[in-house]
């Protein structure tokens, strides 16, 4: 038998009556047993049209002998049978069921994926969840339930954006301050250093790596007194640690542990995110974007050394240290803000 997590959400008709008769239809269900459910509890729609009612929410742990696809099967069933409708992404619904987790594996396939890719941020999701499941591993995270509530309840409202160049970095954070209220925290890099870095990368890679962390060390410093002004979020057109990436695609192996020791040092120092937005744009686009830019020496840059600093940076957010991460791809611009106003929104 596996052990599952269930997130159950209403908000049409009567909400309660909607959870609890989900909740009994699964245990009727041939391989399905309900082990235990947390109280209910009401939060504000996120991300759908205007005007919702408020939604119901709850959590439950399964065991069953079901396949993920199986058990995904019963869902859609049960919520068939108590008058579901799909029409609109993120609007009112009678009735809810998302599978959260399957044990600690990892499924993606067109028709499940689990874990819930957006379950590691979401409060409605994460508080009930914590009330039943508390030690159950989050495992594209490595984090247990409790620890991804308490990351939400105890960091900074930030968010960072990561991704190669070219990917839309500053532009993102730029709109998602204006729409959020966010404060922006921008790097604005020295354009002729990178310039000469591009030039001789063997030959500045180390310093201009250094002057990089710095700055973004200052700007992030966890003692800076911006962190107690008032602000609605802060967004930063950076990731602090894509410094790491960046010393495994440009420095040797030999000085790599001596950049990586000094960085981790500085990452002591800084604020860290409460989710980070991780653009992932092909390599073709970013060859697009980086012509139009015409930013000095980026124009040298190869698909191949960008297809390695999006590996680097991949391998970077699969550290156990990292939490939640919004990965998006080639949505369009207008999709990917929505969907990170959607993922702060649901934060809080």
């Known amino acids: 038998m596996s052990l599952c997590l269930v997130g159950l959400g209403s908000n049409e008709g009567d909400r309660q009556a909607n959870l609890l008769r989900a909740l009994e239809e699964l245990g009727r ?42 058990l995904l099967a019963v869902f859609l069933d049960v919520e068939a049978a108590l008058g579901r409708r799909r029409a609109e992404r993120w609007g009112p619904r009678i009735i809810d069921l998302d599978l959260l987790l399957y044990d600690d594996v990892i499924v993606s396939t067109p028709t499940v994926v689990v874990p ?10 994460i508080e009930p969840a ?19 509530l308490e990351h939400l309840n105890t960091t900074k409202d930030y968010v960072a954006i990561a991704g190669p160049i070219g990917a839309g970095k500053t532009e993102l954070a730029r709109r998602i301050a204006q729409s959020a209220g966010a404060r922006w925290i921008a790097e604005s890099p020295d354009l ?60 040797p192996a030999e000085r790599r542990a001596a950049f990586e020791a000094q960085w981790e040092k500085a990452a002591r120092g800084v604020v860290r995110p409460k989710l980070i937005v991780m653009l992932d744009v092909a390599t073709e686009r ?14 040298r840059l190869t698909g191949e050394v960008l297809e390695r600093t999006g590996g680097a940076l991949r391998a970077c957010l699969r550290r156990p240290d990292v939490g939640p991460v919004l990965r998006l791809s080639e949505e369009s611009p207008e999709h990917i803000l929505r969907e990170v106003l959607a993922a702060m929104e649901a934060m809080k």
Do not use: K
Request: glycine share 10%; hydrophobic share 45%; aromatic share 12%.
């Open 116 to 125: 819930h890719p957006r379950m590691a941020w979401r409060r409605f999701v």
């Open 29 to 70: 269900r041939f391989g399905v047993c309900l082990v235990r459910r947390s109280r209910l509890v009401e939060t504000s729609p996120v991300g759908g049209p205007p005007g919702q009612n408020p939604f119901l929410n709850a959590a439950a742990v399964l065991e069953t002998s079901l396949a993920p696809e199986a």
């Open 192 to 251: 002729a250093r990178l310039g000469a870095f591009y030039a001789d990368p063997a030959g500045h890679a180390w310093s201009v790596g250094l002057e990089f962390q710095d700055r973004r060390a200052r700007l992030l410093a966890a003692d800076s007194p911006e962190w107690g002004e008032p602000a609605a979020w802060w967004v930063s057109d950076f990731w602090f640690d894509q410094g790491l990436a960046f010393a495994r695609v440009w420095l």
């Open 130 to 148: 914590a009330e039943v499941a508390g030690r159950m591993i989050h495992p594209t995270t490595g984090w247990t339930i409790a620890r991804l």
């Open 286 to 299: 970013l060859l697009a974007e980086i012509g139009r830019g015409g930013r000095p020496g980026e124009t």
